[in-house]
């Protein structure tokens, strides 16, 4: 049965080609499963409960649920931008990343985020988008002390720090890396 299962793994191939629209909601399930592994207790790297940012106030909690979210679609958005920019039009980029945002967004509000809040949402993702970007030019080390005060809404918390820059170039590095053998096409 091992080597059925190897055998198939073998026949995996990188595509070569990939609609914006693909990436788009591709990208999308990744972020869901990153956001959920970070909140898994079983989720050896990185353990949260052991840093207490949890709260038994629900809009505290509420609150770095949304954060949590924002900081992984902020990685896979930079991870798509460094991949792609220079190579590939801008306006394709964008509709790539636009079909990660808007499939994000369709996903709350199928799991209960009120439409009425999605654009303050929306603007809280641009306000961070724009923080995390500035953080990342300066150091990885910046960037995690800025996703750590976003996350827990107080001074940032060092372990917090160092696991958030880690966890951030965990997912933009090897994304880099297996986009940069994909060609972005027209959808």
Not at 39 to 64: H, V
Not at 117 to 122: A, I, M, R, S
Not at 145 to 159: F, H, K, P, Q, Y
Request: glycine share 6%; charged share 25%; net charge negative.
């Amino acid at each position: 049965m091992l080597s059925t299962f190897i055998d198939e793994a073998q026949d995996f191939y990188t595509p070569q080609t990939m609609t914006a629209n693909e990436l788009g909601d591709g990208l999308a399930r990744l972020v869901w499963e990153s956001f959920s592994d970070f909140f898994t207790i079983e989720d050896t790297e990185f353990l949260l409960p052991e840093i207490n940012i949890f709260s038994e106030d629900e809009k505290c909690s509420g609150r770095t649920s949304e954060e949590a979210l924002i900081f992984f679609m902020w990685a896979y958005t930079r991870g798509v931008q460094m991949a792609f920019l220079g190579r590939v039009s801008d306006e394709r980029i964008r509709v790539g990343l636009d079909t990660l945002h808007q499939a994000i967004f369709e996903d709350m509000m199928e799991h209960g985020t009120p439409g009425s809040q999605l654009p303050t949402f929306e603007r809280r993702v641009i306000n961070r988008y724009a923080e995390y970007h500035q953080a990342a030019t300066e150091s990885d080390h910046r960037l995690g002390e800025v996703a750590s005060r976003r996350l827990i809404g107080r001074e940032t918390n060092d372990s917090l720090s160092v696991a958030l820059s880690e966890r951030a170039l965990a997912i933009v590095n090897p994304l880099k890396d297996f986009l940069d053998g994909i060609e972005l096409i027209d959808s």
